[in-house]
């Protein structure tokens, strides 16, 4: 039982996972990007868009060509609705949290307006290649049932977070993304491009959030109907995850942990199903401790960027 | 010298933008609407591929479809207009409460647990007095949590309000499922046969007799806030605050006994529209008593720039939509009414890129002799 309750909890934890290190990307180059939700149900409706049109075009087709087109589509899908939020928020200098908010309004209705009339069989098809591609676990007892019983968008998500952890604080490209992200005036003042920064990693984060619609879909939810289901809800939890985890794309992986167990867990214990409501909302109340205790105790180096929710605009002074 | 002037040239960008302050008002009202009207236009079209049916036909079935029930667009376009307005006092102060919708759902929440547990228990009078009373406490509490750590500790209340959206729904469904002693999702309709606790007005046609008295108490709270923003001395400190805290903090103010207050005042409004949903109109609490409405009414409150008139304006044509896109909804069978958030979005969108063409003039790069001259 502990064995199953472990792996759930990382199964669903994948889908904040995705949410928070693209949100986490976005939020250190200084924008506040509020339309997470929206872009998670576009990338799901991208990735279930791509799995049709797999389906369309071969009639059988193999691992390779579902995987990378859902992928691709979602991820495609997700920076469009992350192209929308560039270009107003950084070139046409728009309040950040004002267009997050319609692009969240729009991708989710978007996603509930066109997905209701796509709802396909071949989805649970598609999900059950996608799911037993890298899953080699039960040949490994215990230790393969907890570490390796995933599908491989898993193991992506963990190996893009520990990446981008690496990218962010020891290369070059990182130094002048955080530069951006904490004091966009000194950063313009070293010559580094505001716009050309700001443009391309909320694109990357658009893209990796996108990831985490389509993996609820595809692999946690197993290609079942997708349109009432609570992406928008979760994608706010990512965007809270990214204060759990102090802006630090490693903590988040930590973080989605929790979060995932603290969404499992009530279905493990045995306790009336009156107060299993009751526990819906612990994921939230966590957050909202959490941003407390940070805010009171908070040291220098568990803070949000410098400029983050603030546009960058040359001329004022 | 030549080749220096080219190389200047070059690094100059295609475009540049200046803040501009002299658009005439006509002309910046024109561009918004051209731009709401491309996003309609737009957004029909985008229907009609998805539906398979002619725009015209979809835009038809939407009007007639929103003024089929008059009296509900305007009930919901005030509502709309309710969660601006609860947010507008917070905004001004640029304080970001994204928790209108949480705000409302525990008024709403307190009034009905009220209304359930000491319905026959007392006068029709005082019970509905409790309630009123018990659901301005809930929301203020929620309003004004946030606001207590913003103001102490500087806690990010973007997301403290956000979060505490979502412990409101959970708190709804958990209450609702004790209400119904755990045999259904929701006790349904409280009071149904006694109707303890409900205002109605049985003497009005039954399209109206319910949605009267919200409609004349939001107009009321409307005018007021409207007053006390601009007319009072405390709307002042608050247009201070939003300004330059330091300004408020060395002309003297308490910035955070303003913060504090001016989220009681959010809270009180929001308290007001979920007693009203609670006993002038559904008479009952669910999840999804809100929608998305908290986040219109920022929406409302910030492209309208605080100005009621505006507001109203904007909550009556966003209801406009939601009314017609559902009635596109229902004559097409499309399942959830999802066309509303997409066209509302569209035409939000549409109005950003606007805003951004009243505040800015874009030049392009030009390469007149004469001022090759000057440098």
């Given at each position: 039982m502990l064995v199953s309750l472990i792996t759930n909890s990382v199964a669903m934890a994948i889908v904040f996972l995705f949410g928070c290190l693209g949100e986490t990307i976005t939020e250190r180059v200084g924008n506040l990007n509020l339309g997470i939700p929206g872009i998670m149900c576009l990338g799901a409706l991208g990735g279930v868009i791509g799995v049709d049109l797999t389906y369309i075009i071969f009639n059988n087709p193999g691992w390779f060509a579902l995987m990378f087109d859902a992928i691709f589509f979602s991820a495609l899908f997700a920076c469009i609705g992350g192209a929308i939020y560039a270009f107003l928020?950084?070139?046409?200098?728009?309040?950040q949290n004002v267009t997050g908010l319609v692009l969240t309004t729009f991708g989710v209705g978007l996603m509930k307006f066109i997905g209701t009339n796509l709802n396909s069989p071949n989805l649970s098809a598609a999900s059950k290649i996608m799911k037993s591609l890298f899953n080699v676990g039960d040949k490994l007892g215990w230790f393969g049932r907890i570490f390796?019983?995933?599908?491989?968008l898993v193991y992506f998500a963990i190996i893009l977070a520990i990446f981008a952890s690496i990218f962010i604080k020891r290369t070059r490209i990182g130094l002048f993304l955080r530069a951006v992200g904490e004091s966009p005036k000194t950063a313009d003042a070293q010559g580094i491009s505001i716009t050309k920064y700001k443009y391309t990693f909320i694109l990357i984060g658009s893209a990796i959030a996108g990831l985490g619609g389509m993996y609820y879909v595809m692999d946690y939810s197993g290609?079942?109907?997708?349109?009432?289901?609570p992406i928008e809800a979760f994608g706010w939890l990512a965007v809270a995850l990214v204060i759990f985890s102090v802006w630090k794309p490693t903590m988040g992986i930590l973080g989605a942990f929790c979060f995932g167990l603290l969404y499992i867990l009530p279905m493990y214990i045995n306790i009336n199903p009156i107060q299993l409501k009751f526990f819906d909302i612990f994921p939230y109340l966590t957050t909202v401790i959490v941003l407390i205790f940070t805010s009171i105790f908070?040291?220098?180096?568990?803070?949000?960027?410098?400029?983050?929710?603030v546009n960058y605009y040359r001329e004022d002074r | 010298m030549e080749n220096n002037i080219t190389s200047i040239k070059r690094h100059e960008p295609l475009f540049k933008i200046f803040k501009r302050n002299d658009m005439p008002k006509w002309k910046a009202l024109l561009i918004r609407v051209c731009a709401t009207l491309g996003a309609i236009i737009f957004s029909m079209i985008l229907a009609s591929i998805i539906i398979g049916k002619n725009p015209f036909e979809i835009f038809g079935t939407m009007v007639s479809g929103a003024f089929d029930l008059p009296w509900r667009l305007i009930y919901d376009g005030v509502v709309l207009l309710g969660f601006g307005i609860a947010i507008v006092p917070a905004f001004k102060m640029r304080f970001w409460n994204m928790g209108a919708n949480g705000q409302v759902l525990v008024g709403c929440l307190a009034a009905c647990l009220v209304m359930f547990y000491f319905g026959n228990k007392m006068n029709n009078v005082i019970l509905i007095i409790i309630m009123f009373i018990v659901s301005l406490i809930a929301s203020i509490i929620w309003a004004v949590v946030p606001a207590i750590f913003k103001a102490f500790f500087n806690t990010n209340e973007t997301l403290f309000t956000l979060m505490m959206n979502y412990i409101a729904i959970g708190l709804v469904a958990y209450c609702n499922f004790v209400m119904a002693k755990g045999m259904r999702e929701t006790p349904g309709i409280i009071n149904n046969l006694t109707e303890k606790g409900w205002i109605t007005f049985h003497f009005l046609p039954p399209t109206i007799k319910s949605y009267i008295l919200p409609i004349i108490v939001i107009i009321l709270i409307t005018v007021f806030i409207y007053i006390y923003i601009t007319k009072t001395k405390q709307g002042f400190e608050v247009s201070v605050l939003g300004d330059s805290e330091k300004t408020a903090r060395y002309a003297g103010m308490n910035t955070k006994w303003i913060m504090i207050r001016t989220l009681i005042i959010s809270g009180i409004i929001c308290g007001i529209i979920g007693f009203l949903f609670a006993t002038c109109v559904h008479h009952c609490v669910t999840v999804?008593?809100?929608?998305g409405k908290g986040f219109s009414g920022i929406l409302i409150a910030w492209l309208s720039n605080f100005n009621p008139l505006i507001m109203a304006g904007v909550s009556l044509f966003m209801s406009f939509i939601d009314n017609g896109t559902s009635s596109v909804t229902a004559t097409y069978s499309l399942g959830s009414n999802a066309l509303s958030s997409v066209i509302i979005g569209l035409i939000f969108f549409a109005i950003l890129i606007s805003e951004f063409f009243i505040r800015y003039r874009v030049v392009r790069r030009q390469r007149t002799t004469k001022e090759a001259k000057e440098c």
């Open positions: 928020t950084v070139s046409l200098q728009a309040n390796l019983n995933y599908g491989f290609g079942t109907t997708f349109t009432d289901g908070g040291g220098k180096s568990i803070q949000p960027p410098g400029s983050l929710g | 999804n008593l809100c929608g």
